[in-house]
């Protein structure tokens, strides 16, 4: 308890106990913390983004992140590589899907009706079907969970012959009729640096990568 002190005739003067100038100590400690977080979200600009799916939201964001330098350090460039591997075996994984559900043959059917023999290219179509069947096992939550280099790396060159086929291409080019990222064309035509062991994403692909 503060004592209370005469100091002259006219003055008295209050002693504070050393708990009571400890206390006002960390009042004045916590005032000045707040003035300086005040001053801080002063300064800070919110934004709400509002869209449906596919909209660019992310993107948005990504951008604004890159142009305003920032730095994305190793580990941050792996979880980007990551999601990038994601994409592509997912993207054409939607593609192979579309294809079958909207009737499209393969490349290979076409040009299989006029060669007498066709051996090549049924082997060839059988090889594709194969292969899109392999991709449409997929589970879409463990792929997202699992997916590293060593499991990308097994599913490229699939993916590169399936990109290949014009069957495919047809069904990208009625994409508006399902759902698939717009980045995904620009990572399938870099399949083969994508699947290099030295890929490390650039700020471009980084701001194309869907999360």
Known sequence: MAEMVWSCSCCIRIKSSPEETEQ???SRQIDKLLEKDKHHFKRQVKILLLGAG???KSTFIKQMKIIHGLHFDDELLREYRTIIYQNVVLGMKVLVDARRKLGIAWGEEGSQESDLGGGDSRSKIDRLTENAEKLLRIDNQKTNE???TRMFLDYAPIVTELWRDSGIRR????RREFQLPDSVQYFLDNINRIGST???PSNQEIGRAHV
Request: hydrophobic content about 30%.
């Open 171 to 174: 069904a990208f080019d009625r």
């Open 24 to 26: 006002r100590s960390r």
């Open 198 to 200: 030295r890929y490390v």
């Open 54 to 56: 596919e909209s660019g």
């Open 146 to 148: 699992l997916m590293d």
